[in-house]
C-alpha cells in the first residue's frame, strides 16, 4: 500500500530551497491492482485508471523523459500488465492536496523500475520520481511521490533530505491538534504553481518579503517541530505563519475557508494554512482543542479529519 502524504510546511518556499516538512498520510492509500470477476462492475473507475495508465506509459517512454530516469522502467512489464487490466486502486481523493498522484507514481517506480536495495540513493530516487510525476502537473519536485515510495516522514532543504529526526514528529503532531478540512473545492495544482512562479519572477517585492520575512517563519515551524516539540513556540510559530499566509498566499484560499482562518486566529481556538498549493482540497490546521475545532467545523457543514 502506498500512503497520502501530507506537505505540512514549505508549500511553495520548497522551490525556494526553504526548509520543508512532509509526512506520510496512512488515512488514504493506494495500490496498483487487476480488474478480475471481483472489481466493482458498477464503477467506472477502473476503466478509466487503466486508461490512464496507458497514457502515463506513452509519456514515460517518450526519449525526453526515458533518457533522463537513472533507473529505467520495464516498459515492456507494463504494457503486459495494463494489458491485463492493470489499475490503481486507491482511495485517495484526486486534486485534494494529499497526493494522489504521487502514490500512483511511487507505486509503478516500486514495481517497474530497475533499482535495487543496494541503490537507495534517495536523490536519484527523487529525482526520477519528480521526472514521472511531471506528466501531472508540468512540473514536480518529486518530493509527494517520495515520501509515498520510502513511506517516512521527510525533512527537506534545497536537495538535502532527511528521514531521522531527534524527536517522534508524528506523535507531536497529534499533540499539537493536527487536522485536515476540505474546501469543497478541487484544484489544479499545476496552474496555480506556475502562477506563483511568474508572480515571484515579475514582482521583486513579493520575493523579497517571501525570503526576508516568510521562510524564517516557515523554517521556525519546522524547527519548532522537528528540533524542540516544545508546544508554546510552536503554536506562536504557526499564528504567525497563518497571518502571513492570509498576506502572501491570499489568492490560494478560497472564499469559504477564508472566514475560518479569520476566525480561529481571533479566537486563538486553531490555526489553518494551506495543504500543498492551496487553491481548493483540504487545508490544514492545529489547534489546542480539537472537540471545540471540531464543533466549529461541523455547524458550517464541513468534516474534519483528526490526524
Given at each position: 500500500m502506498y500512503p497520502s502524504k501530507i506537505l505540512l510546511f514549505g508549500e511553495y518556499t520548497i522551490l525556494l530551497n526553504s526548509y520543508a516538512l512532509t509526512i506520510p498520510f496512512k488515512r488514504f492509500v493506494g495500490e496498483l491492482a487487476f480488474m478480475d470477476a471481483d472489481t466493482d462492475k458498477e464503477s467506472r473507475e477502473p476503466d478509466r485508471s487503466n486508461h490512464r495508465l496507458k497514457e502515463f506509459l506513452t509519456f514515460s517512454r517518450q526519449s525526453c523523459i526515458n533518457q533522463r530516469l537513472t533507473f529505467p522502467l520495464d516498459f515492456e512489464s507494463f504494457e503486459k500488465d495494463i494489458e491485463k487490466g492493470l489499475y490503481f486502486k486507491?482511495?485517495?481523493?484526486?486534486?485534494?492536496?494529499i497526493g494522489s498522484s504521487g502514490a500512483l507514481v511511487a507505486a509503478i517506480f516500486d514495481k517497474y523500475s530497475n533499482i535495487r536495495n543496494c541503490e537507495m540513493d534517495i536523490l536519484k530516487i527523487k529525482n526520477c520520481l519528480a521526472l514521472l510525476e511531471s506528466?501531472?502537473?508540468?512540473?514536480?519536485?518529486g518530493i509527494d511521490p517520495l515520501v509515498s515510495y520510502l513511506k517516512t516522514p521527510l525533512l527537506l532543504e534545497g536537495n538535502k533530505i532527511g528521514i531521522t529526526f531527534k524527536l517522534p514528529v508524528e506523535m507531536l503532531l497529534q499533540e499539537f491538534g493536527l487536522f485536515l478540512v476540505y474546501s469543497q473545492v478541487s484544484r489544479k495544482t499545476g496552474e496555480l504553481v506556475e502562477k506563483f512562479?511568474?508572480?515571484?519572477?515579475s514582482d521583486p517585492e513579493y520575493i523579497k518579503k517571501?525570503?526576508?520575512?516568510?521562510?524564517?517563519?516557515?523554517?521556525?515551524?519546522?524547527?519548532?517541530?522537528s528540533e524542540s516539540g516544545n508546544a508554546e513556540r510552536f503554536f506562536s510559530a504557526i499564528r504567525k505563519l497563518t497571518n502571513m499566509q492570509l498576506e502572501i498566499f491570499n489568492e490560494m484560499i478560497p472564499e469559504n475557508i477564508i472566514q475560518?482562518?479569520?476566525?480561529?486566529?481571533?479566537?486563538?481556538?486553531?490555526?489553518?494554512?494551506?495543504?500543498?498549493?492551496?487553491?481548493?482540497?483540504?487545508?490544514?490546521?492545529?489547534?489546542?482543542?480539537?472537540?471545540?475545532t471540531e464543533s466549529y467545523f461541523n455547524e458550517?457543514?464541513?468534516q474534519i479529519l483528526v490526524y
Open positions: 486507491s482511495d485517495i481523493p484526486e486534486e485534494s492536496g506528466y501531472y502537473h508540468g512540473y514536480s519536485s512562479n511568474m508572480r515571484c519572477k517571501i525570503h526576508q520575512e516568510y521562510i524564517p517563519v516557515n523554517n521556525e515551524c519546522i524547527i519548532s517541530l475560518s482562518f479569520y476566525y480561529g486566529l481571533e479566537n486563538n481556538m486553531f490555526y489553518l494554512k494551506l495543504c500543498g498549493s492551496g487553491g481548493g482540497g483540504f487545508f490544514l490546521g492545529f489547534t489546542k482543542n480539537i472537540s471545540q458550517r457543514g464541513y
